[in-house]
């Protein structure tokens, strides 16, 4: 069983990357590539450091963000985290089978699932679905009418992004649901609707939670991104707080989630906020470089070997090309972490069966190269099993949803 301690570790060799990614290929240089690492002490260091941004507000671990089992019933046995984000109704059914508060984070479609969950008390007790129109609630109906099954637990999902006259849309297309009007009224809607009960609101702030405000070498964009989300922050708190208690007029609710990993601060501030979401800063992905009120470390990581050289200076690697999803840019592209200096090719960057690198005088076939995915929980779908590492030597195996046999999306 992975155990995390209750207190954040004194050491943080990843400071030194001289040592930090040496130390990663010597304990794992029996194991073939490609291969993923979790530094445990690493993964305590930003767990705590978590916590700590979230000033004592329960945290809702995003289970899309880490994918692994052992991590996800590792991380919930620390006071502070408490409950779980999911991302798909299939798995949140799964998780529910250990953990008694599993929240969708999006809208399902899936009939199988749904016809699952209500033919079962215990499920339909332990899993919240996420609503934002009555569409959402005739589907549930039509799969499993309200006579045949238990009540049906849903949240409600409130639009957080930022909208100002003649400037694009800031956030990103959720919910239909803004204003506390029409919060009131889906919450009536539902309130009106045998065989579901409203326990939740979910409000997910992308723009600021999820959009990086100190870019490396854009100082000018940095400075544009923090204007935009000190403004955004505060039309949100405010409309937010009047949707939140219409909605109270007409249900108690159990929960109100909201936030991210790059938001706690902020979002643990807004009294009308009950528990915050995060995940993604377990991990520490290289997308977190680049905001300025927190620097995660790097704890998960994958090695691809390198299998020839086509010339003195270019090593190829064997694969490479995990791409995160968003918007297609060289930052969705994994960071070659170690050794230094190591550069992707423009005509090829990082591909599916090879990944050439320049800079690579004095890598030869069979050396092993650390790179950094742009995201956390994606990168476990190219993997079953992650290594973990402390201080040096293997402590654990442990599969992902996709060593398990799960693809959930």
Known sequence: MMHIPE????????L??????????????????????????????????MLRRANGMPIRLASKSVRVDAVIDAVLRLPGFAGILAFT????????QRHEDVVVAY???????????????????????????????DLVDAVIPPRNRPDIRVALELDASYVVPMLPR?????????????????????ASRPGFRLVGVMSY?????????????????????????????????????????????????EFVNAGGT????????????TDVAAGSGLFGPHLFDNYSQFSPAPAFSFALDVVRKPTRDIATLLGGGWIASGPPAKDRL????????????????????????????????????????????????????????????????????RGEGYAFL
């Open 7 to 14: 207190t954040a570790p004194a050491s943080r060799p990843w």
């Open 16 to 49: 030194d990357a001289t040592r930090y990614w040496p130390t990663h290929s010597r304990a794992t240089a029996q194991l073939p590539a490609p291969l993923a690492v979790l530094d445990l002490d690493a993964l305590a260091h930003n767990a705590h450091d």
């Open 89 to 96: 109704l299939p798995e949140a059914l799964r998780l529910a």
């Open 107 to 137: 809208p399902t479609a899936d009939r199988e699932a749904i016809a699952r969950l209500g033919a079962s008390p215990r499920l339909a007790s332990r899993v919240t679905l996420m609503v934002d129109s009555p569409d959402h609630l």
């Open 170 to 190: 800031i956030g990103v297309w959720r919910s239909p649901i803004r204003s506390a009007t029409q919060a009131e009224r889906a919450a009536r809607v539902i």
């Open 205 to 253: 702030e992308a723009q600021i939670a999820g959009l990086a405000n100190h870019p490396k070498g854009r100082p000018a964009y940095g400075a544009i991104v923090t204007a935009l989300q000190r403004a955004s922050w505060s039309e949100l708190v405010e409309r937010r707080g009047a949707a939140i208690a219409a909605i109270r007029n007409v249900s108690p609710l």
């Open 262 to 273: 790059g938001s706690l601060e902020r979002t643990s501030s807004d009294p009308s906020v």
């Open 334 to 401: 994994p960071q070659v972490a170690w050794p230094r200096g190591l550069k992707m090719i423009a005509t090829e960057m990082a591909g599916e069966v090879q990944t050439p690198l320049t800079g690579a005088g004095r890598l030869a076939a069979g050396d092993r190269v650390w790179l950094r995915h742009t995201k956390a929980g994606e990168l476990c779908e190219h993997v079953n099993e992650i290594v973990v590492v402390s201080e040096g030597d293997i402590v654990d195996r442990v599969h992902t949803y």
